[in-house]
């Protein structure tokens, strides 16, 4: 006979739910030592390898809080010893396992540190289908914190990011309250987050790697900044949006979803396209340069030509044809002053010497998803 050992809760309370048919439920800090005794059923799915954790080990080994566990006990029996709640029939884990799975990696590997305690909130007498159901509904209904959100709170921490959050509120700047730094982009033209990668493009030749990784891309702006000096980087920021408006229209736009050049596609390549060419910088390659010429032929290219437009919003290698309609038109019928490229040989958009974060042009609103850790 198998001797089932109790699950430990502490610092917990009891109440009865008038949302959940009067169903009795119990919050608090389940003791490392009773991980082990949860079970799992088979509407969960399996839990992931360790290469796939590692967010959620990072996050212990820095002592951030990790989200509520969701358990359901098959019954009601517990008791109550020094305020600690000894739950005593099979406990099974709704929503979790790869929070449990990584805690228990983490304290195998970290015995000489203090284990980690998650807190819980426990349904008791729940049957299979009833934790199957609410695994479907905490899996389906849950939302993802927007990147553009989490750049909002990153503006305080790295100096890069604040920068370009304070500029996007100056009256001078060409999107001006036209980027969201929220979790609905609604009507705003450009996500916080895309505006953040589409600059670490701009200025790859400086910084290099690109990344979909949100606090890479942080560290990448605050090293950007550091070589460039803030005022040049906002300079330079201000240039970029200033030439999209001179060139295809911005601050007068009505439909930004119908203007090609608003696409992230589009400004990928714009952005790369002018760090790719010493003609576009002076000061040692730190400050963005466009005189009257250059800004002529930049005219060249006409955006909303049906090929062009519907490359605009394309990924991956589509966008090196993109890339060289832009250079081709910039070139056309100049005897002498072509473009000179950085590189001996062309980088292409989906190379990994180009995107060694791999960064997916595509759109924002797709791309900036993280794999999610919400559905166990």
């Given at each position: 006979?198998?001797?089932?050992?109790?699950?430990?809760?502490?610092?917990?309370?009891?109440?009865?739910?008038?949302?959940?048919?009067?169903?009795?439920?119990?919050?608090?800090?389940?003791?490392?030592?009773?991980?082990?005794?949860?079970?799992?059923?088979?509407?969960?799915?399996?839990?992931?390898?360790?290469?796939?954790?590692?967010?959620?080990?990072?996050?212990?080994?820095?002592?951030?809080?990790?989200?509520?566990?969701?358990?359901?006990?098959?019954?009601?029996?517990?008791?109550?010893?020094?305020?600690?709640?000894?739950?005593?029939?099979?406990?099974?884990?709704?929503?979790?396992?790869q929070r449990v799975t990584a805690?228990?990696?983490?304290?195998?590997?970290?015995?000489?540190?203090?284990?980690?305690?998650?807190?819980?909130?426990?349904?008791?007498?729940?049957?299979?289908?009833?934790?199957?159901?609410?695994?479907?509904?905490?899996?389906?209904?849950?939302?993802?914190?927007?990147?553009?959100?989490?750049?909002?709170?990153?503006?305080?921490?790295?100096?890069?990011?604040?920068?370009?959050?304070?500029?996007?509120?100056?009256?001078?700047?060409?999107l001006q309250d036209k980027v969201?730094?929220?979790?609905?982009?609604?009507?705003?033209?450009?996500?916080?987050?895309?505006?953040?990668?589409?600059?670490?493009?701009?200025?790859?030749?400086?910084?290099?790697?690109?990344?979909?990784?949100?606090?890479?891309?942080?560290?990448?702006?605050?090293?950007?900044?550091?070589?460039?000096?803030?005022?040049?980087?906002?300079?330079?920021?201000?240039?970029?949006?200033?030439?999209?408006?001179?060139?295809?229209?911005?601050?007068?736009?009505?439909?930004?979803?119908?203007?090609?050049?608003?696409?992230?596609?589009?400004?990928?390549?714009?952005?790369?396209?002018?760090?790719?060419?010493?003609?576009?910088?002076?000061?040692?390659?730190?400050?963005?340069?466009?005189?009257?010429?250059?800004?002529?032929?930049?005219?060249?290219?006409?955006?909303?030509?049906?090929?062009?437009?519907?490359?605009?919003?394309?990924?991956?290698?589509?966008?090196?044809?993109?890339?060289?309609?832009?250079?081709?038109?910039?070139?056309?019928?100049?005897?002498?002053?072509?473009?000179?490229?950085?590189?001996?040989?062309?980088?292409?958009?989906?190379?990994?010497?180009?995107?060694?974060?791999?960064?997916?042009?595509?759109?924002?609103?797709?791309?900036?998803?993280?794999?999610?850790?919400?559905?166990?």
């Amino acid at each position: 006979m198998t001797v089932r050992i109790p699950i430990r809760i502490l610092d917990a309370n009891i109440r009865k739910s008038t949302s959940n048919k009067e169903r009795t439920i119990l919050r608090g800090v389940i003791h490392p030592e009773s991980l082990s005794a949860l079970q799992v059923d088979d509407y969960q799915r399996e839990a992931q390898q360790p290469s796939s954790l590692m967010s959620i080990i990072e996050a212990l080994e820095e002592g951030e809080p990790l989200q509520n566990l969701d358990l359901g006990m098959r019954g009601e029996k517990y008791q109550i010893r020094d305020g600690i709640f000894y739950l005593q029939d099979p406990t099974f884990i709704i929503d979790g396992l790869q929070r449990v799975t990584a805690t228990k990696l983490f304290m195998a590997d970290n015995p000489d540190v203090p284990p980690a305690y998650l807190g819980v909130t426990i349904y008791f007498n729940t049957t299979h289908e009833w934790e199957r159901e609410m695994f479907i509904t905490v899996n389906t209904r849950r939302r993802r914190v927007s990147p553009d959100k989490i750049m909002f709170n990153r503006r305080e921490t790295s100096e890069g990011v604040g920068m370009l959050y304070k500029l996007c509120s100056d009256p001078k700047f060409a999107l001006q309250d036209k980027v969201a730094w929220s979790q609905n982009k609604g009507s705003k033209f450009v996500g916080a987050f895309s505006l953040c990668k589409l600059m670490c493009v701009l200025h790859v030749h400086k910084v290099n790697g690109l990344s979909n990784d949100k606090d890479v891309v942080c560290a990448h702006l605050d090293r950007i900044l550091g070589d460039v000096g803030v005022g040049v980087m906002r300079d330079n920021v201000r240039l970029f949006f200033d030439l999209i408006d001179s060139t295809w229209g911005l601050r007068n736009l009505q439909h930004y979803q119908k203007a090609p050049h608003i696409k992230f596609g589009f400004l990928f390549v714009f952005a790369r396209f002018l760090s790719d060419h010493t003609e576009f910088w002076r000061s040692d390659d730190k400050r963005l340069f466009v005189d009257m010429p250059l800004r002529k032929a930049l005219h060249k290219f006409n955006v909303h030509e049906p090929i062009h437009a519907n490359l605009c919003g394309a990924s991956g290698k589509a966008l090196d044809q993109l890339y060289d309609y832009l250079v081709d038109d910039f070139n056309k019928g100049k005897r002498g002053k072509r473009l000179r490229p950085r590189h001996a040989h062309f980088v292409s958009m989906a190379s990994k010497d180009m995107a060694s974060g791999a960064i997916d042009p595509s759109d924002p609103s797709q791309e900036d998803l993280p794999p999610a850790e919400a559905a166990e």
